[in-house]
């Protein structure tokens, strides 16, 4: 079965400042990585995904997540944050074989502060 | 395409009703996926359906929870009867076959009192 984990519940930063949020994984086969992300009173939003190829992979709003087997991570970051980027980010793997059946992980809550 | 939809945004209910959801899922995604969010649990897959049919229910909490997909553009999460413990936002998604990810719905905040 898979899993993941996210290391930080909460993570405030101040405006501009870069971030990274942790996510690792736990899966005794090769995996499909997202994150997500959601703000106040909205549903989740898909910010980027890893297949397979490059293991740097860009998103929406400047974010990237890096794909570190050999660790079983998939930390996401941006080297600069606004106050917009105020919301929870949610890590979640899948099986390629199938891939349809997301797990998440229980988020991590980014503060920005001015 | 105006995304996923669910119906009501907001519902309140006595300890004992009924509660039904609703969902609208994009048109020609082949996958519907209902969860719960609560703060103690983050989110749980509830229920997912492919092609209309049930794939795995194992998340549904117990026989007071049933879920439909009577046709490609619709889908129910039925609650009956209803407890304090069930209060939660409920979301629906949709996707693609595929690891394309999921499209979710704006949720719906349900209070049981």
């Known amino acids: 079965a898979q899993s993941v984990t996210q290391l930080d519940s909460q993570v405030p930063v101040f405006e501009e400042a870069p971030v990274e949020l942790r996510c690792n994984y736990s899966?005794?086969?090769?995996?499909?990585l997202f994150w997500y992300v959601q703000y106040p009173n909205q549903g989740l939003q898909l910010l980027l995904k890893?297949?397979?190829?490059?293991?740097l992979v860009k998103g929406i709003n400047g974010f990237e997540a890096e794909f570190n087997k050999s660790q079983t991570s998939f930390h996401l970051r941006k080297p600069s944050v606004h106050i917009s980027d105020t919301a929870e980010y949610f890590c979640a793997v899948s099986d390629p074989r199938g891939a349809q059946k997301l797990v998440f992980g229980q988020g991590t809550r980014l503060t920005i502060n001015p | 395409d105006a995304g996923v939809i669910q119906s009501p945004r907001h519902e309140v209910t006595e300890m004992g009703q009924e509660v039904t959801l609703r969902c609208k899922p994009i048109s020609g995604h082949d996958y519907l996926f209902w969860y719960r969010q609560t703060m103690m649990r983050g989110l749980e897959l509830l229920i997912y359906f492919n092609n209309n049919v049930p794939i795995d229910d194992s998340g549904m909490p117990e026989d007071r929870f049933s879920a439909k997909m009577p046709n490609a553009s619709f889908s129910t999460l039925k609650i009956q009867p209803s407890e304090p413990r069930d209060s939660a936002v409920y979301f629906c998604?949709?996707?693609?076959?595929?690891?394309?990810?999921?499209?979710f719905g704006s949720g719906t905040r349900l209070t049981v009192v």
């Open positions: 998604a949709s996707s693609y076959d595929g690891p394309y990810g999921y499209t």
């Open positions: 899966s005794s086969v090769s995996v499909y």
């Open positions: 890893y297949l397979s190829g490059s293991t």
